[in-house]
């Protein structure tokens, strides 16, 4: 008897596990890239620790069709990051088509954990 009841919630269990996974899955396929801007907003304002570092590195390359900018650059110890090779979204405000890959910049940034915006480039000295 028991067995029966246990074995039968236990289905009900996978089901709505299954369908849990299937809405999950399909969020995932339909969330548009441009909704970036969106998010990293939110999280700011959820973590309220928005945080403003500047360093220097060199314009690996530019995208201005998606107004993104790759950077290798130096360690940011404001925000506790080591020297890397990455790819952030820039601020409108920010003029890419003055920015050429190979040119060593000074960059500022804007955000909160794992989600930083270029607020500014220029030319390093
Ligand atoms: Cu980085």
Redesign the pocket.
Known sequence: MSDLGQSSRKSALTAAVAALLLAGGVQAQAAPMGDMTGMSGKAGAESGKQQTASTTGTVAAVNTGQHKVT?D?EP?PAIN??????E?PAASSVDLSKVKPGEKVKFTLSGSKGS?TVQSITPAQ
């Open positions: 950077f650059h940011i990051w080591p020297a890397m090779h990455m952030f930083y």
